[in-house]
């Protein structure tokens, strides 16, 4: 069992990006020190009239209530994100040792071949037909299970099928022939927690599910 979120040190959350800053926009010093400029080099003989200058004001008390607002927004959205991972990380903490099912298409097959997931099959089903990929998208095994009703289904398909870790596809024909609408499911049970590539994922051996792909949770 393990727990481990790599780069979320000290808040549990993974520090954000840095963004990198438009050097075309006008920032709030640039537009004092240019208002500056333009009063320093003023015509004496024609100087900026008032109400010019302040319009000029004006504008720059915009600006700056402007940047304000945009740090405000920045930085509650980065509280808010931070406070999300954080809940997400402590609902897959508090998973570990549960059996899960969540959207997915990955399936474990045991060492006696045997293995068992969840479909669910639209309108009246069909004829159904099983196949095993591995990591490259190469079909290892295919196998026809006969006809399958619409709603949900818990499939057990022959126990000749090689024993590994794999992705499936489950595709269902109607009596006319036409392709039926599949939803598929992974379960199983959850033993650690891991951050990856932004989210955080429940960990079930190798197999890796998002938190927020959970439909269903069981002792």
Not at 5 to 12: S, Y
């Amino acid at each position: 069992m393990s727990f481990t979120i790599p780069g979320l040190a000290g808040t549990g959350a993974a520090s954000p990006p840095a963004v990198a800053k438009d050097k075309s926009a006008l920032g709030r010093d640039q537009f004092l020190e240019l208002l500056v400029t333009q009063l320093r080099h003023q015509d004496p003989l024609n100087p900026m009239q008032a109400d010019a200058f302040a319009a000029q004001l004006a504008q720059f008390s915009s600006v700056e209530q402007l940047t304000k607002l945009n740090d405000a927004v920045a930085a509650q959205a980065k509280d808010a994100a931070i406070r999300s991972t954080l809940d997400r990380t402590a609902l897959g903490a508090s998973l570990i040792g549960k059996h899960v099912v969540a959207e997915g298409n990955q399936l474990s097959v045991a060492a006696d071949g045997s293995t068992s997931f969840r479909v669910e099959v639209a309108g009246v089903g069909g004829q159904a037909t099983l196949t095993l990929l591995d990591a490259n998208g190469q079909a290892v095994a295919t196998r026809s299970l006969g006809n399958v009703p619409g709603g949900t289904q818990q499939v057990r398909p022959p126990t000749d099928l090689p024993p590994g870790n794999y992705t499936y596809s489950f595709d269902v024909k109607s009596p006319k022939g036409d392709p039926v609408t599949v939803r598929t499911f992974t379960d199983g049970v959850v033993d650690g927690v891991t951050y990856e590539a932004g989210s955080v994922m429940l960990k079930m051996g190798s197999r890796r599910i998002a938190v927020d792909k959970i439909s269903e949770i069981t002792p």
